[in-house]
Each structure stands twice: as structure tokens, then as C-alpha cells.
């Protein structure tokens, strides 16, 4: 096995720098009610809405209501639930007029995967060609 973890993704201690705690979680506030946002599906256990930032025609993010950190934090109990997400988002892709001409599905995942809130989101992006690979 390889390092777990890149030398940019620890503190000096060790630990993983990207520790986003729950408390001040963006996302959990947006499933809350807390923040404003533009859903565009919503059920008991996920919701996806327009991504503020939007770097494609259709750009949503879509979230278990449920408080994981990020992919690499998923358990194995969480699984079920991780398939119903991806089931979730090729229906919302479809939602977004994307069924035909195709979209983009991604999930960054700490610190060098771009991740910058702490709650685990799948990007659903589509409306233009997107280009491959990623900077
Ligand atoms: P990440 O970089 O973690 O993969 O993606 C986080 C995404 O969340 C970014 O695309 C960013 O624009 C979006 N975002 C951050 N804060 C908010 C917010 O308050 N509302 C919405 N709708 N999107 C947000
Ligand atoms: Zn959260």
C-alpha cells in the first residue's frame, strides 16, 4: 500500500487537514433549510440543487441529506445509499435536457481531488461539450 494520504492533504501533526466539521456544513444548512437554494429534486433522503458558481449550462450538485465528509470517508453501510445517488443523478441529468447529449458526473474528494465543502456531492454537468482531462 502506497500513503494513504498526499503530504498537501496532512498538517503538521499528521492528521488530514481537510476536516470539515459538520457544525458549520454548507450543505447540511441547504438540506436544512437553513440557506436558500434551487432544488431541482428533493426526497427524503437527497436533494439537488443549482450549483451557485455554475461552470456549465446545467450545472447541479446533488447530496445525501445524511452528513458524510467526502467519497473517501463513505462506509460500507452507506453503500445502498451511495447507489441510490447514482441512480438519482442520471434522473436529474435527464431533468437538465441532458439524457441525449450526455453530461458529466464527478465527485472530488479532498484535498488534491478539489474538494472545497466538507459534505459529500456529485457534480451534474452538462449543456456544452466538456473537455478531458481535468487541470
Ligand atoms: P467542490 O469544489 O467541493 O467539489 O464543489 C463545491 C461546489 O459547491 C462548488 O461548485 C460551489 O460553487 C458550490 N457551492 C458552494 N457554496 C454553495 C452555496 O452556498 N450554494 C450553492 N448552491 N452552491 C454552493
Ligand atoms: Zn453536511
Not at 6 to 28: H, Q, T, V, W
Request: charged share 25%; glycine share 12%; proline share 6%.
Amino acid at each position: 500500500m502506497g500513503r494513504a494520504f498526499s503530504r498537501a492533504a496532512l498538517s503538521r501533526s499528521g492528521r488530514r487537514r481537510y476536516n470539515f466539521p459538520m457544525s458549520d456544513c454548507i450543505f447540511c444548512k441547504i438540506a436544512g433549510g437553513e440557506i436558500p437554494a434551487q432544488k431541482v429534486y428533493e426526497d427524503g433522503e437527497m436533494l439537488a440543487f443549482r450549483d451557485i458558481s455554475p461552470v456549465a449550462p446545467a450545472h447541479c450538485l446533488l447530496i445525501p441529506k445524511k452528513h458524510i465528509k467526502s467519497l473517501l470517508e463513505l462506509e460500507a453501510e452507506d453503500a445502498p445509499l451511495a447507489g441510490r445517488l447514482l441512480h438519482r443523478a442520471q434522473e436529474v441529468a435527464r431533468e437538465l435536457g441532458c439524457g441525449e447529449s450526455g453530461a458529466r458526473f464527478v465527485i472530488n474528494a479532498g484535498t488534491d481531488g478539489g474538494q472545497t465543502v466538507g459534505h459529500l456531492h456529485i457534480h451534474i454537468l452538462g449543456g456544452r461539450a466538456l473537455a478531458w482531462p481535468p487541470g
